[in-house]
């Protein structure tokens, strides 16, 4: 590949996120990669498009996302969408000979990222996830610490994830709050993200016991604030999980949090160490070990092969994105393992449903 020739549909909160990585990734990186080039977005009218590209330096501007896909020399589609374009959006592109990045979560549910994955083999492109809270240096210490087996056997975890924002009655319902559009609420928004971690920290679930709450049944439409439309989908959601390596957890996820920014915290306890790490504090990995205390462990802006901006900087809430943009491209360029993968995708949406179904039934649901 000479050039990385992207491709970008949708263009609201994650589309500018996404695109301020891959401006970024040339001056972190240098010479690591091939050129990038901002090619092509599709937004949902000809006009937008048109806008959208001048403004933000792509060089075209498609309200056909099957037009965009003609475009030869485009190698990857970066998909940030709402969620329920995602899997016609992902397998047009497969489909096309394209290798795509996905936002989460890679479908509405489990069925539909099932069959996103047999179109991956079938096609042999690559999908690769957006999963960002993964590329923090302290999950990664964390990672790498936790497989030299520095908790030993682990007992327990606990997994937070916690907003405010949705407490305000008067925020319109967009598709965020209506299940056919988004596949569920603060779970699958938030939550998964949690879930994600905990498979790639801990690893596989076993079971897991869900209970869902909505505060706000109905929201005015965004088109007619004096009309209001019901809100299908989950504000709050509680679950217990087993993990197949034995321990046990529990997880909550809000929008309806007071006070909260964008609250993310994990804990683990094992039967030789334990650690925490929460979002709001991310410069650093809480870990414990052998019964010598709680040390603050700095990892600031610790990536392994770049040294801009200085890994002794503080790091912020894109650059994850980054990172996890720029290991996607690696793995396209290189060959290397592209993790996460469509794999993970699967396992997270399939954790998504079978909370939801437990909530309905009050069963236990197993993986
Ligand atoms: N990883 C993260 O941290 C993170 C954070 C937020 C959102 N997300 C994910 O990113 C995706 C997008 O979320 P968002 O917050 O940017 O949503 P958003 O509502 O801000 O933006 C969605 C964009 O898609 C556009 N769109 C709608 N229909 C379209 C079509 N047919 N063709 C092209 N564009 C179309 C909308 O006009 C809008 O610009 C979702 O899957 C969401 O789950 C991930």
Same mark, same amino acid.
């Given at each position: ?17 996404? /695109? ?22 599709? $937004?949902?009218?000809?006009? !937008? +498009? ?18 965009? #896909?003609?475009?030869? @020399? ?15 959006? %992902? %397998? ?15 479908? #509405?549910?489990?069925?539909?990222? @099932? @069959? ?10 690559? #999908?690769? !996830? ?38 305000? +009655? ?45 505060? %706000? ?43 909260? /920014? ?8 094992? @039967? ?6 929460? /979002? !709001? ?18 990892? /600031? ?13 503080? %790091? ?10 720029? $290991? ?21 949406? $399939? ?17």
């Amino acid at each position: 590949m000479k050039k990385i020739v992207i491709g970008m549909t949708g263009f609201g909160y994650m589309g500018k996120i996404h /695109l301020l990585g891959y401006r970024d990734i040339p001056m972190i990186y240098s010479d690591k990669l091939p050129e990038i080039v901002m090619k092509a977005v599709c $937004r949902s009218s000809q006009k !937008m +498009a048109d806008r959208c590209a001048i403004e933000n330096g792509f060089t075209n501007g498609y309200s056909s996302f099957d037009e965009m #896909l003609q475009d030869d @020399e485009i190698n990857i589609i970066d998909i940030v969408t709402p969620n329920y374009l995602h899997k016609e959006q %992902i %397998i047009k592109a497969l489909k096309a000979g394209k290798d795509v990045l996905c936002e989460k979560p890679l479908g #509405l549910n489990a069925k539909e990222a @099932e @069959e996103i994955s047999s179109v991956v083999k079938q096609t042999g492109r690559q #999908l690769g !996830m957006v999963f960002n809270y993964r590329f923090i240096p302290a999950i990664q210490q964390a990672k790498r610490w936790i497989e030299d087996g520095r908790l030993g056997k682990v007992y327990s975890f606990r997994g937070e994830y916690f907003h405010s924002g949705y407490q305000d +009655a008067k925020r319109p319902l967009t598709w965020r709050m209506r299940k056919e559009q988004s596949g569920g609420g603060a779970l699958v928004d938030m939550g998964v993200h949690v879930l994600d971690l905990i498979r790639f920290l801990l690893g596989e679930f076993e079971s897991v016991s869900g209970k869902t709450q909505t505060f %706000i049944g109905e929201r005015p439409l965004p088109d007619n604030s004096e009309k209001m439309g019901d809100v299908t989908v989950d504000d709050v959601a509680w679950l217990t999980a087993r993990l197949k390596g034995g321990a046990t957890g529990t997880v909550e996820i809000s929008r309806f949090a007071t006070g909260s /920014l964008d609250d993310l915290k994990i804990s683990a306890f094992g @039967e030789k160490g334990a650690f925490k790490f929460d /979002l !709001m504090d991310a410069n650093y990995l809480y870990w414990y070990e052998n019964g010598q205390g709680w040390r603050r462990v700095e990892t /600031l802006q610790h990536y392994e092969d770049t040294k801009f901006p200085s890994p002794r900087s503080i %790091i912020g809430w894109t650059r994850f994105h980054t990172e996890n943009q720029y $290991r996607f491209l690696e793995s396209i360029i290189f060959g290397n393992l592209l993790s996460p993968d469509v794999s993970d995708g699967v396992a997270a949406q $399939r954790i998504l449903d079978a909370v939801y179904k437990s909530a309905e039934t009050g069963l236990e649901e197993s993986l």
